[in-house]
Structures are given as C-alpha cells and as structure tokens.
C-alpha cells in the first residue's frame, strides 16, 4: 500500500528537505521517526526540495507499507517528532502515485519586513529597504509569466535536463502599513533557488539597482544573465502541492495567519 503525507515543517534547524552529508535534514528525521516505530526500515518520497533554512506550510511525502498498521500513526509521529515537524493528514493512493513527479503545480510565498523585528526573524526576511518602487517590482514580476526559460534564474541550471517552468502566477503584496511585503508564485516546477533568485532582482528593481528591461533581459537572454544571487532563505515558504487527485489546503494555522487576511495583505 501507499500513503500521502501531509505535513508542515519549520526549516530553520535543517540543512534542507533532502539528505545531506552537511548537517540533518528532515527527510532523515521523518525516516528515522517512521522506521523506529514501523520497526521496519522506512524510506519517504517528498514532493521536492526544499534548500537550508527554507520552510513548508504545505509539503507531501509517500511511504510504502506491507501491512496496514492498527494504531494511530499520526498521534504517534506528532508525539516523537520535533516541534517544527507537524504530520496532518496520511491519505492512502494508488500504487503508482508520486508525491513528486505527480505534482502539477506548486506555490510559494516569500515574506520580507522591511524594519527589524526580533518575533520575524525566523519566519521573515530583513531588508531595510526604504522607498522600493513596488510598481516596478510588480511590473517585472509580470513578465515571469511572458517567458518560460528560467536558466538565468537558476543558481544551477546545467543540472537539470531542461530550465523550462510555466508560470501561472506572479504577485506582489503589501500589509497596510507598507512594512512588510509578500511575493507569491506558482508554477508547474521550480528550478535549484529560482524563487529566491526572482526575489533579489525584484529587490533590485524595486531599488533601481536594474531597469525592469534589465530584469526582462535575463528572461528574453537568459544564457548571458549575470551574478547569481538568491534572497535571504528563511522568508520562502513551500506553500502549496496540487495533485490530479489531491488539492488540499494549507493546514499550518501560522502560514495561514501569514499569507490569509488576518495580515490585511493588498495586491500591489
């Protein structure tokens, strides 16, 4: 049989999704957690990768299992987990079901404060930004939906068969007190640091470091983009995974305090 994990994690302590030989990830806290109380080794499949220091309101993963367990999995895992690791649902699927090559679609959101808060620390960027055109930043951010290579937008791109990514959707947020700002994106796949790359050039024009025809250039150009420089990690949040037959919502109460209208976010 296989299962769909729905979960959360707060990635701060982690050197990412994925193993790592530089330091624990949780995909080796999850394995270890479900092997000690499967009592059988225990090897989870998750819907991407997340980088050091990056987190997920929503993340998936799929085990196999040879026996049905009779006990409640998730009060257990919950129970030797961490703290910044929640299991929320387990859904059986089709054998041939991937938490990774079957997702369609996937979402981030990035949170930036643009005055120093020790509560946002590790849940938000710092940029003491004064004065960012948001106009411009949101008029780049529009182009990302006219162009679908992202080369120039990748801190690795010759690792990936392809650098090719279709944009749905690209849009800048500001709470009301113009303090803090939230860039969400979606598309059917992501590229090794594209979203946080995408942000420090939005930073960039909005600060009129580049012209939003520069900015255009690394997507019209992208083989002679320049310096590859990703934004802070712990702003990015995987916010969502959609499946041809799974689309659930968020269940962190947090991101959805962060991204929902109890924020009084405003499209710019």
Known sequence: MRYFFHIAYHGSNYSGWQKHPDGPSVQDVLEIALSRILKRTTIVYGCGRTDAGVHASQFFFHIDADEVWDFDLIFRLNNVLPDDISIFDIIPAQNDAHARFDAIQRGYDYYINCYKDPFLNRFSSYYPAANWDLGKMQQAANLLLKYNDYYGFCKTPDRNKHTLCEVSAAQLFADDTGDRLRFH??????????????????????????????????????????????????????????????????????????SGEAASWTKV
Do not use: C, H, W
Request: net charge positive; charged share 20%; no cysteine.
């Open 185 to 258: 994106i979606s598309a059917n796949r992501f590229l090794g640091k594209m979203v946080r790359t995408i942000i420090g050039k939005l930073m960039d024009v909005g600060s009129n470091k580049i012209s939003v025809k520069e900015f255009e250039s690394i997507l019209a150009y992208p083989q002679l983009a320049g310096e590859i420089k990703p934004a802070y990690p712990q702003g990015l949040y995987l916010s969502k995974v959609t499946y041809p037959y799974l689309d659930l919502p968020a269940r962190s109460s947090f991101g959805t305090i962060l």
